[in-house]
């Protein structure tokens, strides 16, 4: 009963925040490229992307099953979280007590999934690296055939979904059971198993390389897949574990307020800096038992556990940093991560002299600085007042948003209107799209081609623009690498500039300001 207690009990939390929304950027990538499948698009070979697949058919399949809506699309968010929740219990709960499993599982939606709740690629990638490695560590202990198909198949969907994570799992995966086999010789998989991961592993790879091969559009899609590696990894570098501060929010946190506040505050982030600091753990753990149990070639059933999991986390921090080490996407892998809290945190687990003395108040600690963050996510969405009424559906904001009202106003369902550089949410809520293949684009990460895309599209469109100015402004904070020349020299945004006028200013409830505009000869009506 306890798993399904945990899956109704996060199910019920998440719920909170269905219709909650800051208006993110990032948010409506998925959303409007799960409109394009929806409309009979191809991914790659009609619209820009670099993700792979996985993502947006789920969701597309949703919204045919569901209805295409704000709240279905956060609906599937509460489901996978919970799901992740479920699993984090199941998976501590091998070495852990019941208490400190129930506590880093409740942990991994409040102080996780909730943390950033937006409709994203990573979600469901995570929901599939737990499914994969809670396949791993039942093939560990049962050695059955079906084990070993779930364990190939969960890793090549979570590659479908994102393939940075999927490639971290295979490294992972490859990782534990290298050790576990060469060094721990008491261990074998029968061969059936064996043929059972590889063509588990197969499968859903073959099935995808099937369908876009019949669309004309496989040789597209390598490509798009590979093309992160040339651009996106490149603007996105930023340090290990960046929290992503502005030089206002830093000020807000550290100087503002009376001492209590800002001690409460300071307490209330502790834990984004604490969370990177989990997967070198396992890394250490993971290198110190691949020596003991090569030095002994035995293993015990907790020693064989951590060394399959730390593989995998290790794998999965391989990922992370080499795509973008900030804060934010480690919260997106904090279901797998707490783990390692609650090796710490248990009794059971981890038996160290120095860790027992202090378990007690790192206890107390861990659960004030992360229920302090997990109060401060909630109250965050309970206090949002201010009612949005859009085609997906209404949401609520903490501010007022002009934006979507006055598009709604002078733009009609399913009409043209480009979004620039970065807000494809609002095509989304608005139910407008793009008239380019580009729904979002990002100086110093797009290339100087795709900008000349965009602007043929614009050329060959009466549609109005919806432009932001300020978003270079953005740019120092998010994506410190990105080139000077990128920001300086916009093509685009000099596009805008020159043959375009200003019919209303607007602003988000962030306090972005953004310019409805309409060409110049055209009328604003």
Known sequence: MIPALIFLGCLAYLCVFLRYSTLEPDEGIVLQGAERVLAGQIPYRDFFSFYTPGSLYLLAATFRIFGDSFAVARLSLAVVGAICSVLTYLLARRVCTVGTSIFVAVLATTAGTAFRFLVLHNPYSTLGSCLCLYAAVRLLEHRQVRWAFLVGSFASLTFLTEQSKGAGLYLGLVLGFFVLFVFGREIRLPFAAVVAAAGGTLWPLLATFAYFWAHHASGIMLHSWLWPLQHYTRANRVPYGHQNWSDHTRDAIFHTGPILVRIIKILAVIPGLLVPLLPLIAVGLFVF??????????????????????????????????????????MYLAPLWYLVL???????????????????????????????????????ATGARYRIDTRRGAIRTNARDTVIEYVQQHAAPGQQLLVYPYLPLYNYLTATRSPSQYDYFQPGMNTRDQAADIIASMRASTSPVLFEPGFAEKIANSWPQTPLSAIVNDPVSDYIAKNYRVCQQLHSPEGWRFEFMVKKETPCS
């Open 289 to 330: 038992l691949t020596l003991e149990v090569r030095r002994r070639s035995s293993t015990t059933t907790d020693q064989r556990y951590y060394l399959l999991v730390c593989g995998v986390l290790t794998g999965l921090l391989v990922s992370v940093v080499l795509v973008r080490a900030d804060i934010l996407h480690f």
């Open 342 to 380: 609650g090796w710490i945190l248990g009794p059971a687990a981890l038996k160290s002299r120095i860790i027992s003395k202090f378990r007690t108040p790192l206890f107390a600690f861990v659960g004030t600085t992360f229920g302090l963050l997990s109060m401060a996510v909630l109250f965050s």
